[in-house]
């Protein structure tokens, strides 16, 4: 990323006015990738041991410190872009900083030594287990580079008005983005100590909870979602370009919800080669060619090009269904 931040930004199709603004946020981001991934592990291992406080603890500080941050180097020290990037990658190593002396600190139901880190029989279950995984989520994540690039070619009010509506989001997507990762955790205890029926029940009950959440959700994006927009901007095209994809992303909330449960579910058996198929299959049969196909248009809308993403959830949720009812008849 610090090397090929500008070929990757000109690839994205970046408007030219923030180009170097784009290079330089790549750049500060890729150098503190270190931090992510240890807050990441950090927290997994957390919620493996059933502590869900304390990555909520973790990310509590992280919000606290980006907060500070942003107002200390956007608002202070004016230094735009890089003061965001430099925000954030502050506040992912004090949250590890931090994670890391309270673990030190707190009783834990195992030792860890320094002979214990090694290679052994488990890792080739790891790597089994996770490289699905991570394909899945590297694949999604290029998927929605894609996205950027096509909205970027309509010019900076509609790549500034997605950069906008991706703030909100992220946001929408935390609920069902938690499901996905407690729901995991707690099937694969459950199965681990053949309680099948409360891992089936856990996913339905996620799903309720989800969507119960989700529904107001969709209807705040959907109908106010100028409202949503003009919290991190005070640019009325931006905020109504922000609110015209909104518009269309809104019933993601809902559906999301179901499909992230249904793939909480399948992690937890570890059957993760099938997650990463349906997730390609999502990404590549649905949402990009939906979103390219809007974005040619005459008169592109953000709405329908949003409208891409709950689409293709829709088509997940149809393949989980399917694979549920096999993985029942395969259980009996």
């Not at 979103?291 to 829709?314: E, K, V």
């Amino acid at each position: 990323m610090l090397v090929l931040a500008r070929p990757f930004a000109l690839l994205m199709q970046a408007p030219e006015e923030a180009l170097d603004s784009t290079v330089l946020y790549v750049r500060i981001c890729g150098g503190g990738i270190f931090f992510i991934i240890a807050y990441n592990v950090i927290s997994s291992i957390s919620r493996g041991i059933g502590d869900s406080k304390m990555p909520l603890i973790f990310v509590g500080i992280a919000c606290v410190v980006n907060i500070v941050g942003d107002l200390l180097f956007i608002a202070v020290f004016k230094w735009d872009a890089a003061g965001a990037a430099l925000a954030t990658v502050m506040a992912q190593a004090v949250s590890v900083i931090l994670s890391i002396i309270i673990i030190r600190k707190r009783p834990s139901p195992f030792v860890m030594k320094k002979e214990y880190i090694r290679f052994n029989p488990e890792i080739k279950r790891f790597i089994r287990v996770g490289i699905p995984i991570a394909f899945q989520e590297i694949m999604t994540q290029l998927s929605f580079l894609a996205l950027c690039a096509f909205i970027n070619r309509l010019g900076l009010d509609a790549s500034s008005g997605y950069g906008v509506a991706n703030k909100i989001v992220s946001f929408v997507m935390l609920v069902p983005g938690s499901l996905m990762q407690s729901m995991a955790s707690f099937v694969a205890q459950n199965v681990g100590a053949g309680q099948e029926k409360r891992a089936r029940k856990a996913m339905v009950t996620g799903m309720f909870i989800g969507c119960g959440i989700g529904i107001f959700i969709t209807v705040l994006s959907f109908f106010r979602g100028d409202l949503l927009a003009a919290i991190f901007s005070n640019d009325a095209a931006v905020i109504a370009r922000a609110a015209q994809y909104l518009k269309g992303f809104a019933p993601e909330a809902i559906v999301t919800a179901i499909l992230f449960s249904f793939i909480g579910y399948y992690n937890g058996h570890s059957k993760t080669l099938f997650v990463m198929l349906q997730g390609l299959a999502q990404t590549f049969i649905v949402r990009l060619p939906m979103s390219y196909f809007m974005s040619i248009q005459p008169d592109a809308s953000l709405t329908m090009i949003g409208l891409a993403a709950p689409c293709a959830t829709i088509f997940g949720i149809v393949i989980n269904l399917i694979y549920f009812v096999k993985v029942s008849r395969e259980m009996k």
